[in-house]
Structure formats: C-alpha cells, structure tokens
C-alpha cells in the first residue's frame, strides 16, 4: 500500500531570520546533488508539465533510479526543497522553482517511467540535528536499539541541512510490537531535527516489510508497509 501524506506545518524546525543570498538554479543543483546520494541520476531546469494546471516557470526535472522507487521519491523531494530553498528570493520556496517532476529510470536502459509532481511552499527553514554526522549515526542506533532494531546501514545526507537515511532490520514483525509509527517519530526528534528521514525495515533475510519517508522542507511524506503486517507493525495513520 502507498500512501502520500501531507504534514502539519507546525511540525517543522524553526525558521532563520536572516535569509542567505539567491543562489541561481545551476548552482543549487550543484550544491545539492553533492549532499545526496546516487540514487539520483541527474537533475536540470525546465518547463512547467504538459497539461493540468501547473504554475508557469521554472520546474525541476529529477531523474532517478527505479530499483528503489521510495527511496527515490525521498531523495527528489530532498533535493528539490533544497534547490527551490537555496534559489529562494523571498520567503516564498516556490518564488524561483515552481515545482519538481521526477522520472523513474530503469538500470535497463528502457524508458523512464512516472511523473509524479508537486508544488512547494515556504522557505527559509533550517533543522537542528543533535550534532555531527557521527553523533547522528550514534543517537539512530541507539534509538533503534530500544525498538528492537538492528541498523544495517545508517546514512546522513546534506541536501541543506541534514537528513537521515536508516534501514534496519528486526526479528519477526511482532518484535516491532505495534511501535512502527513511535520509532518513525523517534528518529525524526521532537522538535523536528532533520529535513528529512527515511526508515526501511527488514526481516532477517532481507527482504523489506516498511518503508517510509518524510521530508520537511515541503512537508511531504510516504508509507509502504506490507499490508498483512499493518495492525502487527503499527504504521502511521493514513489519514
């Protein structure tokens, strides 16, 4: 099941005072890109998608990898935040980039497909993480220790602020105990410390139970959990 959610504004971290200066679009995307991961192919500038009725000026296109949809969404999201913020000429995000279009790209070769698109919302908010990227690795385990939760790989990203990358694995799925929703609060910290966290959990074999991902920037978010496992695990709530 996949669900898009869209967050409360109240729930973001503090907002600064003092603006930095625009930067232009390539530059952003510059910037941006190497505080992510590969999991983005490329991203440019362009028009406003054919058809609905879509802000007029300048949209992102994001091409990501399509082995792992969820995470490719996540780190688009990330990324156009970041850019539409960095570009920002007032506190308005949408004052430069209007939105963000993101194609999923086969590692076959054959031809993208999806595009889903969104339009952004206000700018200048920064997050608080609770130190370096190494106290932040720190404090993820530790929180996933107190789930019942071994990491398999922690990752911090750098889009603007910083943002955390988790996946775990745990036991049996009765091992969460319905906490799924309170481990996804957990690691995004009260108040709200990152841009954005995205949270994969897995059986000892590998093979994924949950995903879900938030982002803060735009306050945009999305759950997939196996659907025989909803009540067991204890997502989030869809509405």
């Known amino acids: 099941m996949l669900l898009v959610l869209v967050l409360c504004v109240g729930c973001a971290g503090s907002a600064s005072n003092k603006a930095p200066a625009a930067q232009s679009p390539d530059e952003a995307i510059a910037q941006t890109l190497a505080g992510l991961s590969n999991v983005i192919r490329s991203a440019k500038v362009g028009p406003q998608p054919n058809g609905g009725s879509f802000p007029n000026g300048v949209w992102l296109h994001i091409e990501v990898a399509a082995e792992n949809q969820m995470e490719g969404q996540w780190e688009a999201t990330l990324l156009a935040g970041a850019v539409a913020d ?85 036991a049996t799925p009765e091992a969460m105990n319905g906490r799924l929703a309170q481990l996804q609060t957990a690691l995004i910290g009260t108040p709200t410390q990152y841009e954005g966290v995205y949270l994969e959990v897995r059986l000892p074999d590998g093979s994924p139970i949950a995903k879900l991902w938030t982002t803060y920037r735009d306050r945009v978010g999305s759950q997939s959990v196996r659907p025989d496992l909803e009540d067991i695990l204890g997502g989030p709530p869809h509405g």
């Not at 700018?123 to 609770?130: C, I, K, L, V, W």
């Open 86 to 170: 960095r570009t920002a000429e007032s506190g308005f995000l949408a004052s430069v980039i209007k939105g963000y279009i993101v194609d999923y790209v086969p590692s076959d070769g054959s031809e993208p497909t999806g595009q889903p698109t969104n339009e952004l919302d206000v700018a200048g908010e920064r997050f608080r993480p609770p130190g370096d990227d190494n106290t932040i690795k720190r404090v993820a385990a530790d929180t996933l220790a107190r789930f019942g939760a071994q990491p398999v790989s922690i990752e911090v990203l750098h889009p603007l602020d910083a943002a955390l990358k988790v996946v775990a694995t745990i």
